[in-house]
């Protein structure tokens, strides 16, 4: 095996003793705590329930109950003072699936406020801050009343305290009974849900009475949870299901749409097939969207479909201007309504905004394409829609242009499945770091995470290194690098397969050698001497620093893609 071309920064053991010896803001009342404790103290309070890494693997060797585990959701909800019907006066819209959940939420939230309703939409992971997670209108819920609805249910859960009980939710629990008891207290008219992992047994499903449900595409993930088959992942989305409540599916593999099949007629659930895109826009002017990416047409799709079948559930009047054809039966379901967008269906499509999904930042010559995909099926979306962003995005010839990856990946998914998938772009590198945005994330509690430990994390990062280059070893012939200066198109290829592929302890050490200086928004301080250390990293830079434009995608972990978004975008961490 190869050494390691590793650029691993001294990290500081105080990384993690200072986080864990955190302990909250001083006691006093309650009510006074709520209202001097600040944004960043409540979100440090809210790691403190975020599963520790060693005992996240214990519960995984010894996992209990999973049925148990939604009904203590139950009891956690009528200790906050919430009974579950309360919460059928959101009339929500509940949406489950592998890959596009969030953009399809995206896409229904913006439709519908279009129409001029109050939205809530509750999403995950969050990228910057935590607090988009919760949303008003579209908006991240401000940090004043993220702190006095944090506190306000903290210390409702802690008073049921005692020796024999765990009071605390774990993190993503917490976070979910808190937006419920958001969206209630703003009144909202209506709350896009998206389900964290799963359905059957996610935290969001002791929902009982949705206005209707959706399941975005399905594939492999969280294999250590639901099952290693597609079929198994169905299963486990289709429990979201609920008797007489519509729910809509996009076309699925024979396999899984079969078990979504039965599980709705199990459950009394009437299952609908979208029709593609291209049948509502027969007869009409072509739909634009706000997201990049031919994939994101199948989640617009669904989309239309969840806010037509809401629109209609309620009863609104705009709903007359819709033209809906009978429906048809294929692959014995039967097909959802084919109907022509509403002007404000349109504009919500064309004004959806989702940052971190087929996202592009255009900064001097460096050209930042950011996309959170982090399943097989998902990181083949984001390549055809990184070549054809490539194509559109074409520079007047002349200098060189260098084309750079920055991936991570993270849990139970393969990377040398991924990576392998990104091998066709022909990166003239491939950077690898950890989810970390610094080298000591205590001053930013938006971006801890306590379910790994700082060892898995760079260990981690070592082996999608020698994946990539074993993926290179493999692709290459004896003369593939062979030419001595730029290709024909402008394109500079490193000095040899072998040497093209550096890890770095942090997300700001990645960004500061990828970028050399040249993004003009982007300008940390000087980097430490030691990003230069090695051949690769010193010969790397000169050529960043002389090519006529720069290309870096960022893919394989949304929270990857919320750490650079964090530095790139300062305006979202305000």
Request: glycine content about 8%; charged content about 20%; proline content about 7%.
């Amino acid at each position: 095996m190869k050494t390691a071309r590793c650029l691993l920064w001294p990290i500081a053991e105080k990384w993690w003793e200072a986080t864990m010896a955190w302990k909250g803001p001083p006691r006093s009342a309650h009510a006074h705590e709520a209202k001097t404790a600040s944004f960043q103290d409540a979100v440090r309070m809210l790691n403190t329930l975020q599963t520790n890494a060693s005992y996240l693997e214990q519960v995984k060797r010894q996992r209990g109950d999973p049925q148990a585990q939604l009904e203590a959701m139950e009891v956690y909800l009528a200790r906050s003072g919430l009974q579950v019907e309360d919460l059928n006066q959101l009339n929500i819209i509940h949406v489950t699936g592998t890959k596009g959940k969030g953009s399809t939420c995206a896409f229904a939230e913006r439709i519908l406020r279009n129409y001029g309703l109050k939205t809530g939409f509750f999403s995950s992971p969050h990228l910057v801050q935590v607090r988009e997670r919760i949303r008003i209108n579209g908006k991240p819920i401000s940090p004043e009343l993220f702190t006095k609805h944090f506190w306000r249910l903290y210390h409702q859960l802690e008073e049921f305290k005692d020796d024999s009980h765990i009071s605390m939710p774990a993190y993503f629990r917490f976070l979910t009974l808190m937006a419920f008891h958001v969206f209630l207290q703003e009144k909202v008219d209506l709350a896009v849900v998206e389900v964290g992992i799963g359905g059957a047994y996610d935290c969001t499903n002791i929902i009982r009475k949705p206005v209707v449900c959706g399941v975005s595409s399905l594939g492999i993930d969280h294999t250590s949870l639901l099952g290693d088959t597609v079929e198994k992942i169905a299963w486990q989305k289709g429990g979201i299901f609920k008797p007489g409540v519509p729910a809509f599916t996009v076309l699925q593999p024979e396999g899984p749409l079969a078990v979504l099949r039965d599980r709705a007629q199990q459950t009394s659930c009437p299952l609908y097939l979208c029709p593609p895109l291209e049948a509502l826009e027969e007869g009409g002017l072509p739909l634009t969207l706000g997201l990049e990416g031919d994939h994101q047409r199948s989640n617009a799709a669904l989309a239309l479909q969840l806010a037509h079948c809401w629109l209609e559930q309620q009863g609104h009047q705009d709903i007359q201007e819709l033209k809906v054809s009978r429906p048809s039966i294929r692959w014995q379901l039967p097909l959802a309504p084919v109907f022509h967008p509403t002007s404000h269906m349109r504009h919500g499509l064309r004004d959806t905004e989702w940052p971190g999904r087929t996202q592009v930042l255009r900064r001097g010559p460096v050209t930042w394409y950011l996309d959170g995909a982090h399943t097989a099926s998902s990181v083949q979306a984001c390549v055809r829609w990184y070549c054809q962003s490539l194509q559109r995005n074409k520079r007047p010839s002349g200098g060189s242009q260098v084309h750079v990856l920055l991936f991570n990946s993270t849990g139970d998914r393969d990377p040398a499945v991924l990576l392998k998938l990104l091998q066709p772009c022909q990166f003239d590198y491939a950077v690898f770091c950890p989810n970390l945005t610094e080298v000591s994330s205590t001053e930013n509690a938006d971006q801890q995470n306590f379910t790994v430990t700082l060892d898995q994390v760079l260990l981690r990062c070592l082996q999608h290194q020698q994946h990539w280059s074993c993926l290179g070893e493999k692709q290459a012939g004896p003369d593939l690098w062979s030419s001595p200066g730029p290709e024909p198109g402008g394109r500079h290829p490193p000095h040899s397969a072998s040497t093209k592929s550096l890890v770095f302890s942090c997300i700001s050490h990645a960004l500061q050698w990828i970028s050399q200086g040249r993004d003009p928004i982007f300008q940390p301080p000087s980097p430490p001497r030691s990003l230069l250390s090695h051949p690769t990293a010193s010969n790397g830079a000169s050529i960043l620093r002389e090519a006529a434009a720069i290309h870096v995608l960022v893919t394989g972990s949304l929270h990857l893609v919320g750490g650079v978004l964090k530095l790139l975008e300062p305006s979202l961490s305000q």
